[in-house]
């Protein structure tokens, strides 16, 4: 593949499995901020050990990051990630 090609897909992954999960979650969130509510997120080992896919690797890494960043910061509004 080109570079340009290879550059394209490490951003539409990105997009997919990054970009698209946090704009719902924030949505969800707004929504059902003063519920108590429970967020579910399934991750991938390629966050702890990489993967051939670049953007999917690096993805799942930052999933990790904003599913602990919320747990820490909304855990006293009765929301549990």
């Not at 924030?26 to 953007?55: C, E, N, Q, W």
């Not at 999917?56 to 855990?75: D, H, P, Q, T, W």
């Amino acid at each position: 593949k080109s570079n340009e090609e290879l550059e394209k897909t490490l951003y539409e992954t990105i997009q997919v499995n990054l970009t698209g999960i946090a704009h719902f979650l924030m949505l969800f969130l707004r929504k059902y901020m003063d519920i108590p509510t429970r967020v579910v997120l399934v991750g991938s080992t390629a966050s702890h050990v990489g993967s051939r896919d670049l953007g999917y690797g690096a993805s799942k890494a930052g999933l990790n990051g904003i599913v602990i960043s919320l747990s820490k910061s909304l855990s006293s509004n009765n929301l549990e990630i």
